[in-house]
């Protein structure tokens, strides 16, 4: 684990589990910016330590990165006692999924393991890692569980019943711990993420900038090309923020959340 400042801040930790180089790390980045104290998961932990090293010293918050693979219930009990130790978890957005095919796969061709996997993270370990913070966020009486799902938890398609049937049931089992606890103050919502999530804003920009300055023709602008279907995932990560900072008398349950022009194929 690494961080940048000193001590926890008193808003509590927000823990991201599945924290790659796009909506995951801006979903980070944007609770860093609120000052949280943020603990970053995924699988990949030298990727992540340069993650939570980067976002510490942007955001001048406190950043934690901590290895978890969550189709094994071991490695999420073993990550979220390190989680545990910073302090009160007040977030938890449940971010991982296990990587699609992008290609069609005929049911005959899907390999078993491959579609246990699917299923072990995507809502196997959604449940151990809500286990891990819903004591702690009843005793409270406050906290927010976001699960991050998309189109797929929706609609089955065919030659993706892979990551449909996992998606599917992420899905239900945030709706049945929205119905158990809200009423004991925790809110629980589900994302639909429907389109295909791109580059961060703030690396599109220095992208632009850089080229901009070796070029004297028109550049795409600071966000790049955004009429191409292309989700922002800063843009994606503030909806994950209102959620948190809902009015209780309003709690969203689900919301979907997608491009202007055009939409995933999950």
């Known amino acids: 684990m690494r961080s940048m400042a000193s001590s926890a801040s008193p808003k509590g930790i927000a823990a991201i589990v599945g924290v790659g180089p796009k909506l995951g790390r801006s979903i980070a980045r944007k609770f860093a910016h609120e000052g949280y104290t943020v603990a970053i998961l995924a699988r990949d932990l030298g990727r992540l330590s340069r993650f939570a090293d980067e976002i510490a010293r942007e955001e001048k918050a406190q950043v934690f990165a901590i290895r978890i693979d ?7 009990k073993e990550a979220f006692e390190g989680v545990l130790s910073l302090g009160f978890v007040e977030v938890l957005v449940y971010n991982a999924h296990h990587p699609p095919s992008w290609s069609p796969t005929s049911f005959a061709d899907i390999r078993l393991e491959h579609f246990e996997k699917s299923l072990a993270v995507a809502a196997v370990g959604a449940f151990h890692c809500a286990q891990q913070v819903l004591p702690g966020m009843v005793e409270r009486g406050r906290g ?5 799902g998309c189109s797929a938890s929706l609609n089955g398609i065919p030659g993706f019943s892979d990551i449909c049937c996992g998606k599917f049931a992420m899905r239900a089992l945030s709706q049945c711990l929205a119905s158990e606890f809200q009423p004991l103050g925790v809110h629980v919502a589900h994302v639909i993420i429907d389109g295909i999530i791109g580059t961060p804003r703030w690396i599109t920009a220095s992208t632009s900038q850089q080229r901009c300055s070796s070029s004297s023709s028109a550049g795409e602008g600071q966000h790049g090309r955004r009429g191409d279907g292309w989700m922002d995932p800063d843009a994606v990560a503030q909806t994950y923020w209102l959620l948190h900072v809902q009015d209780r008398s309003a709690w969203t349950q689900e919301i979907d959340v997608r491009p202007s022009s055009s939409s995933s194929p999950f």
């Open 70 to 76: 969550c189709s094994e219930s071991r490695s999420i």
């Open 144 to 148: 927010t569980i976001l699960f991050t």
